[in-house]
């Protein structure tokens, strides 16, 4: 309206997203999510004319700009911008273990993140169950965060047998990572609707390798497979496949 340029910003691959949009009453039925997941691409025709409008769209990986130019309805120029993250705090000296006294090193595993329908983190938690435990008796799975499926991935461990091994801490602050990645032994991470995962930026930081879900998207390019992670591929089996990449 007053010529003031304007760049806007694209951060949710709406494709791998939509379905968590809805009620779990709904988001229940496989029918209902399928239907809702074909109705994404008349949503994004909207958002590409909002972002159409500007003088050009940021996003956060390679992946979802090839996706936006194989779309073929943007007009404005893309720019592939990464998150930073907060290098003073990550860099600072290790603090103290915060890890539960009976969580031996070596054979600890961490995830940290919102607990969200959309972060699957249930996959962690049956793969650790079903696969890892079994294997190393001595391995621990600690999750770092909060969210309206919190209480709902306590049951699961609960469920599984495994809620003496796994420790949710809760909501932390973000100062606190610092010692949560430097402590830990491997990161575990399961989603696959990241355009950028900015918890996976800041353990690798920290030296600590990741082992996630291949989405070809965000955590796939902040990932460089075999140096200081491994990519799961997506499936039927990724569960099993997530609980033998731990392992290794």
Not at 73 to 79: D, I, K, N, R, S
Not at 189 to 215: F, K, M, N, R
Request: hydrophobic letters at 40%.
């Amino acid at each position: 309206l007053h010529g003031v340029p304007c760049v806007g910003t694209n951060t949710i691959y709406l494709p791998a997203f939509a379905q968590h949009l809805l009620p779990d009453r709904v988001y229940r039925v496989e029918t209902a999510r399928n239907l809702w997941a074909g109705l994404s691409d008349s949503i994004e025709r909207k958002f590409a004319a909002c972002y159409n409008a500007g003088d050009g769209l940021i996003v956060q990986c390679l992946a979802l700009a090839e996706y936006w130019q194989t779309k073929g309805t943007l007009t404005v120029p893309l720019h592939v911008i990464p998150r930073p993250i907060d290098v003073v705090m990550f860099d600072r000296p290790l603090g103290a273990d915060p890890f539960r006294a009976s969580f031996a090193k070596g054979k600890r595993l961490i995830t940290v993140g919102r607990h969200a329908r959309e972060k699957d983190i249930d996959k962690v938690i049956k793969a650790f169950a079903q696969y890892v435990l079994p294997a190393e008796p001595k391995a621990s799975l600690t999750l770092v965060g909060d969210g309206m499926e919190h209480t709902e991935l306590k049951r699961l461990a609960d469920k599984l047998g495994v809620a003496g091994r796994c420790d949710f801490v809760g909501e932390r602050a973000h100062k606190d990572l610092r010692d949560f990645y430097g402590h830990a032994d491997v990161f575990a991470y399961a989603s696959l609707s990241e355009t950028y995962g900015q918890v996976i930026s800041e353990a690798l930081w920290c030296g600590v390798p990741v082992v996630a879900l291949d989405d070809k998207m965000g955590v796939a390019y902040q990932c460089a497979t075999g140096h200081d992670s491994l990519l799961v591929t997506p499936g039927p089996d990724e569960i099993a496949a997530l609980g033998a990449t731990l392992l290794r």
